[in-house]
């Protein structure tokens, strides 16, 4: 309602519009709002986190607790906190 639609034709077509779009790996939504963003980066870091957990961060002692922490921040908090400059 807010967008002037006669500077947006070319050749009598339309660009249409989208609520929201992932571009370079964040979601941008119209009224340019992060909580999708931010659901989604947390979603993903708690499912890196599953997946590791059963063979990397839980009774393995062959893994000391330095290189467990090196993966942790390399692979969860690396998912979790991508592009949070821009929140």
């Not at 947006?8 to 790996?25: A, N, P, R």
């Not at 941008?28 to 963003?37: G, V």
Request: glycine content about 6%; aromatic content about 12%; overall charge neutral.
């Amino acid at each position: 309602s807010w967008a002037d639609f006669d500077l947006l034709g070319v050749d009598g077509e339309y660009i249409s519009f989208t609520s929201k779009f992932c571009y370079l790996g964040t979601i941008i939504s119209s009224n340019l709002s992060d909580d999708a963003d931010i659901s989604r980066r947390i979603q993903q870091a708690s499912k890196a986190f599953g997946s590791l957990s059963a063979g990397v961060f839980c009774n393995q002692k062959h893994l000391s607790p330095q290189i467990r922490r090196r993966l942790f921040m390399a692979i969860v908090i690396n998912l979790l906190l991508w592009g949070c400059e821009t929140w």
